[in-house]
């Protein structure tokens, strides 16, 4: 699963690879995804809600022969947690004055009939994928603000914040053209009430773009498009408080932040191969501006020691000066905090490892017998309370159940970095008492020494990584 951990509002990669052609499905939330299947690769994409609690989400993979259509018996079964983190976002209350003509495009039954118009066009997949590579923006850089970004909590009239912002809003002069971020072909291009004059491209395998409050249309149903096709201009049509572009971008139904679709290929590369190493912009610090945040992850997955690593963070800085030399912005950022992750990568439903010692001290040629790999586990990991105290207990009593107790928290440096919020849990019932070290909370998962090519995001690299001891 990649990115790992989810931030609320991302699009996760599942990728299986198995020993011979197989057909894959994922049971995620209560509901059925298909895969894609590239020989022996299978990959599907899961959305996570912009408001899904953060925690663990049980992802059940089940394999049926390559051959066979219908109702035969899965042939292998695996789960895998998806963690979910909570996003950064902002809440706000947009005041619509009750006298405005608007004020009548809030009325609830419109906005349950156009939405089920729309759910029925989202809920349709196109067998076949019509996009590639990473999306574009669909306005030019030079008038690209981000006036709303993806996730906001909203609140109309001093309502409650139950709801949120599904999409990006650009704050742009009416009639700026608006381009295909990707390929597909339009499913919808007519006037709506709510979002006003709408586009909506259907790039294939249940992925769609909207594009709402146009000025102008300049696109038919059924027509294909090349990504930077023109598709129309913006405007204020609709539910709309000024001239802007919303685009939105959903997955099997559910919005998901598009700014990940304009960083990240999808599906995501192979986490085995050394490109899984990304870095991505969860919060967006542009237009820059001292003062602003920016929260990124960085991720990465190396062999050290015979062992499979994956480490993640989420990095939070503010900008503390913006300055122009030729031509160029530089920036000088503080770090307030990171929240990092490094586990090692087990052939187990389980990311726990069981071992005498600390996470540094699993000795090379580690077989693995001591993984805990029963569904009791994932039943169990399901109940973690964070941050976890000395003494803390969970589990249940009985003949094939663990307890666990906390014996100690602190800092253990592991292979990927440095980790604070490390404990060492002791592990009972199921017979002797095991010992297992789990690693989360703060840590510094890379070193600080990455280079800016230059100010614009898309250029942003990362060049050096936490040391890869033994490599
Ligand atoms: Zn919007």
Not at 89 to 100: G, K, L
Not at 145 to 152: K, N
Not at 313 to 329: M, N, P, R
């Amino acid at each position: 699963l990649s990115p790992w951990p989810a931030v609320q509002g991302e699009t996760v990669t599942c990728e299986v690879i198995t020993e011979r052609p197989a057909r894959l499905t994922a049971v995620y939330k209560g509901g059925e995804v298909p895969f894609v299947q590239e020989g022996l690769r299978s990959w599907a994409l899961l959305p996570v809600h912009a408001m899904q609690e953060p925690g663990i989400y049980l992802v059940e993979l089940r394999a049926y022969p390559a051959s066979e259509q219908g109702d035969s018996q899965p042939i292998g079964r695996l789960s895998a947690n998806l963690y979910v983190v909570a996003g950064t976002f902002e809440t706000y209350d947009i005041v619509i004055p009750p006298s405005s003509e608007k004020a009548g495009l809030l009325n609830a039954e419109l906005i349950r009939a156009e939405w089920r118009r729309l759910a029925g066009i989202f809920s349709q997949r196109t067998p076949e994928k019509l996009w590639s590579g990473t999306f574009r923006y669909p306005l030019e850089a030079s008038v690209r603000r981000v006036t709303s970004a993806f996730g906001e909590r909203r609140s109309y009239n001093g309502g409650p914040a139950s709801s949120y912002h599904e999409g990006l809003d650009f704050g742009a002069p009416e009639g700026t053209p608006v381009y295909a971020p990707a390929a597909g072909r339009i499913a919808l291009a007519e006037p709506l009430t709510v979002r006003g004059r709408a586009v909506v491209i259907d790039h294939g395998l249940g992925v769609y773009s909207g594009f709402w409050h146009l000025s102008e249309i300049l696109v038919s149903a059924g027509q294909s498009v090349k990504p930077g096709d023109l598709i129309g201009r913006v405007g204020n049509t609709g539910l709309s408080t000024g001239s802007h572009l919303h685009w939105e971008v959903r997955v099997n139904v559910t919005a998901v932040n598009p700014v990940q679709w304009t960083q990240s290929e999808m599906p995501a590369v192979s986490a085995g191969s050394p490109e899984a190493r990304t870095f991505s912009t969860l919060t967006e610090a542009y237009p820059l501006a001292v003062g602003k945040q920016w929260v990124y992850r960085v991720e990465t997955v190396q062999r050290v020691e015979g062992w499979w690593w994956r480490a993640s963070a989420l990095v939070t800085e503010t900008v503390t000066s913006v300055t122009e030399q030729k031509g160029a912005q530089f920036v000088a950022l503080q770090r307030e905090g990171a929240q990092g992750m490094a586990l090692p990568l087990l052939d187990s439903p389980s990311e726990l490892v069981l071992m005498d010692g600390r996470l540094m001290s699993v000795p090379a040629g580690y077989a693995g017998e001591a993984l805990l790999a029963s569904d009791e586990l994932q039943a169990q990991s399901l109940r973690f309370i964070w941050p976890m105290q000395v003494g803390d207990r969970w589990g249940q009593a009985g003949p094939d159940r663990m307890t666990w107790e906390v014996r100690s928290s602190g800092v253990s440096e592991t292979p990927a970095g440095r980790f604070s919020g490390c404990y060492q849990l002791a592990g009972s019932g199921m017979g002797e008492v095991q010992w297992v070290t789990f690693c989360a909370g703060v840590g510094e998962v890379l070193r600080e020494r990455y280079l800016l090519h230059n100010a614009y995001r898309e250029r942003w690299e990362l060049t050096a990584w936490a040391p890869a001891a033994g490599q």
